[in-house]
């Protein structure tokens, strides 16, 4: 059973990024027309430029999950300013709601992405507390890890940065499975955990320690 995580109280304070792993703005799309003429005929040729997939403003398939959040959806923000940053409703499932904590997600937003949220009673605000990327989504960290890639990959992006990067067994399946844990500070607070096979990530999550660090997320 998840202990509740974060009292009210911390929404005032607690908007502030970690400059480590912060996230990069989707780039925007534009195209460009040119007509050309050769022996009396026109011709006319569009170039696109590359393209990010966005599903909700600032919010993409592309977009990079740090300890602070991910695009304009930031740790510790209420549903209703999720909502409002984004444009789109960010909102849990009522059926799937266990002792003050329970998973949203933004409505037509990227695959394989959900926030856990946690209240300590009914009339309280839901509150954002961590970020879980799960396959077939193609968000990375700002480092570039993303879901399929090497537990080398990681090692060598998070070794020797200022924060501590650890390894532990994982709780469900060791020895084969790890948890690649990265305090960003090494003060706790914010944590990013990468689950693996022992070869490759197949999810990681970040937020707040506390809820970083609960191993069955709601249950």
């Not at 026109?42 to 991910?70: C, H, K, N, Q, Y």
Request: charged share 20%.
């Amino acid at each position: 059973m998840l202990r509740r995580l974060v009292p009210i109280a911390l929404l005032a304070a607690t908007l502030a990024a970690c400059s480590e792993e912060r996230d990069p703005v989707a780039a925007s799309t534009s195209s460009s027309t040119s007509t050309t003429s050769q022996a009396g005929v026109e011709t006319t040729t569009t170039t696109a430029a590359p393209t990010t997939t966005t599903t909700v403003p600032g919010l993409s398939d592309e977009s990079r999950l740090g300890f602070d959040g991910i695009g304009p959806i930031k740790i510790f923000m209420t549903l209703a300013q999720a909502t409002a940053a984004v444009g789109k409703p960010v909102k849990v499932d009522p059926n799937e709601v266990l002792d003050g904590c329970a998973y949203a997600k933004v409505d037509n937003g990227p695959k394989g992405l959900a926030f856990m949220v946690n209240r300590e009673k009914e009339s309280d605000p839901w509150i954002i507390v961590r970020a879980d990327v799960h396959g077939p989504s193609t968000i990375a960290t700002p480092s570039g890890i993303r879901v399929g890639a090497t537990e080398a990959a990681v090692k060598q992006a998070y070794t020797g940065k200022a924060g501590i990067y650890t390894v532990e067994p994982h709780p469900y399946t060791a020895p084969q499975g790890h948890y690649l844990i990265y305090d960003v500070d090494g003060k706790g607070g914010r944590l990013l955990i990468f689950e693996t096979d022992g070869t490759k990530v197949l999810s990681f999550r970040a937020g707040d320690e506390g809820a970083v660090k609960s191993i069955e997320g709601c249950a």
